[in-house]
């Protein structure tokens, strides 16, 4: 009963849309699970309770499972479990978990509270103290002064619950020093007007990848989406694309292009862990040593880094071997959660969600009219409206703007560009029957899917059209051979006569895919509003990573919209959301 008091509960929350609260040290979760079975009970709570947490690491789920269920009544026991099942591994950087139909979310902010408080990307209602944080002094309680007064969805009204039991409404003076408050757009995204219930609908220009995952994350939590694009364009752009790899990154000093990596990572293995194991299964990876060009240590990237061997661990060439079955040559970084993906089947299961209209439309602008964005097929006919717009039509994105006359010249996005490539289809008997994981480095080799194994790619620069080559293949011939150590598969061509051709039972070999990366500088995608526009956002430049961040993509402009505290740190926010 006492947490109730101490924030006022259920007054500040009474018949809202949405209740935040941030808690300045997680602990073993026992605020969560009391105040998410409270918003259960309330027949006044809000219709959307959002908790978020700082924690300098994480216990392992058993732990955290024993910890909670000795200190709960059996009748919670329940929500302890659904926590346990999603709790996730022990690593820096903000993860969200997702309850009740994403009606409550928990978004734990893991790492050092110098790193993670600044970075956080929320506005609250409340705060809630722990006894180390209100007894702090110097450079901790000078964070969190300056810290509280961006946080505060209403610095005003904002709650703080002191340990002691002590409340104050608002950022008083006496009480908290004043911040510098600078625009950013991650703050525009943050504060996003409330969107009634009926007004919830929303137009997405693109069905491919980064589209399909903005609109799912929209059905989600309600919306009516629109999904627009010519249908046998949806249908070709992945045609023929057997299958990806969704696999992170990691680099030495663990910059954004890494935790964005890892974010989008997790985001997608939550977000898409509906679909069936035929679309979508964990196989594990290998990133191996390069033994040309640029020679990096992986074992050494590793050292320093906090990231437990369930994500990724250094293996040595004999373990490398074993892991992907096949005799290999070098050793290197294995990711055991990375998986493959029928990209085709992936984007049809997303599009199938409840809540998603496709429209057969070749979209020529769009324009805003008496606060709705119309969108106009390239006959100028009207095919759609709606308050929210997202373009999602990669590399087309920059044409929509700039033919609807929203493309700042010195935006990222007029500077993005597309880059051609393709991957070649082997069969699996050219490999032994192909690796068991993902095995990449210069290139990569998939396993055996319908008895072809994919391998790519190639990066095609200044190209008008892109179509699969006979100088593809060759290229990826030559990948698969030195990621598999079998110089062999190069001899297959041989002054550019294939050899493959003339065997009946390896014609397969010359097929293959062939599309396009859309690319921004710096290789971060763009995600967020358009400048100096209401309700036109994009969702873009996601180059060869469109698996990794399509559904953070999807989660970062839904979420912002639906006024949810978001799911990535605000230095990484305030990169990508620069379009």
Request: aromatic letters at 6%; charged letters at 20%; a neutral charge.
């Amino acid at each position: 009963i006492m947490l109730f008091a101490r924030l006022g509960l259920p007054h500040n929350w009474r018949a809202r849309a949405q209740y935040t609260l941030l808690e300045s040290e997680f602990g073993e979760g026992l605020s969560f699970i009391r105040l998410w079975e409270r918003w259960r009970q309330e027949p006044t709570r809000p219709v959307r309770l959002h908790f978020v947490a700082l924690s300098p690491s994480l216990v392992e789920a058993p732990v955290l499972r024993a910890r909670l269920r000795a200190q709960t009544p059996p009748e919670v026991h329940d929500l302890v479990e659904q926590l346990v099942r999603q709790w996730p591994l022990n690593m820096p950087g903000t993860h969200r978990l997702d309850f009740e139909e994403l009606d409550v979310t928990l978004t734990l902010a893991v790492g050092p509270v110098e790193r993670t408080l600044p970075s956080l990307a929320a506005a609250v209602d409340a705060v809630l103290f722990s006894d180390h944080v209100e007894n702090a002094e110097g450079p901790l309680a000078s964070l969190w002064q300056k810290s509280l007064p961006r946080l505060a969805r209403d610095p005003a009204r904002l709650w703080l619950a002191l340990a002691d039991g002590q409340i104050v409404q608002g950022c008083q003076p006496s009480t908290l020093s004043s911040a510098e408050h600078t625009y950013s757009v991650t703050e525009h995204m943050l504060r996003q007007p409330e969107i009634e219930k009926e007004q919830r609908h929303a137009v997405v220009v693109g069905a491919g990848i980064a589209g399909a995952g903005v609109a799912h994350a929209l059905a989600l939590r309600g919306w009516r989406v629109q999904v627009l694009d010519v249908a046998h364009r949806r249908s070709q752009a992945h045609g023929g694309h057997l299958a990806a790899a969704l696999t992170p990154m990691v680099t030495r000093d663990d910059d954004i292009r890494a935790r964005l990596s890892r974010a989008g990572s997790l985001r997608a293995q939550a977000r898409w862990s509906h679909v069936s194991q035929e679309v979508l299964w964990r196989c594990g990876a290998l990133q191996l040593e390069r033994v040309s060009g640029r020679i990096v240590d992986l074992a050494g990237v590793l050292e320093g880094l906090t990231l437990p061997e369930q994500w990724v661990r250094y293996v040595s060439c004999a373990q490398a071997s074993d892991i992907a079955g096949l005799p290999l040559n070098r050793g290197g970084l294995y990711f055991p959660s990375a998986a493959c993906i029928r990209p085709e089947r992936l984007i049809e299961a997303l599009l199938q969600t409840p809540g998603i209209e496709c429209v057969d439309a070749k979209v020529g602008r769009v324009e805003r009219v008496n606060g709705q964005w119309h969108v106009l097929d390239v006959q100028g006919e009207l095919r759609a409206q709606a308050p929210q717009v997202i373009l999602a039509s990669a590399f087309g994105t920059q044409a929509l703007l700039q033919q609807s006359g929203q493309l700042d010249q010195g935006a990222r996005i007029a500077a993005m560009h597309q880059l051609g490539g393709e991957i070649t289809l082997l069969p699996q008997q050219l490999l032994a029957g192909g690796p068991r994981c993902i095995v990449s480095g210069d290139g990569y080799v998939l396993p055996s899917l319908d008895g072809l194994c994919a391998v790519g790619s190639s990066y095609v620069h200044g190209a008008q059209q892109i179509e699969t080559s006979r100088e593809g293949v060759r290229g990826n011939l030559s990948r698969a051979a030195g990621l598999l150590g079998r110089p062999e598969l190069s001899e297959l061509f041989n002054n550019g006569e294939s050899h493959i051709a003339s065997n009946q039972a390896c014609a397969q070999a010359l097929m293959g895919w062939a599309g396009w990366r859309a690319v921004l500088p710096g290789r971060l995608p763009a995600i967020g509003p358009i400048a100096h526009t209401e309700g036109l956002w994009v969702a873009t430049g996601f180059a060869s990573r469109g698996l990794t961040w399509s559904s953070l993509a999807g989660d970062l402009i839904a979420g912002a919209l639906s006024g949810e505290p978001l799911a990535l740190e605000r230095d990484i926010m305030d990169k990508i959301s620069q379009t």
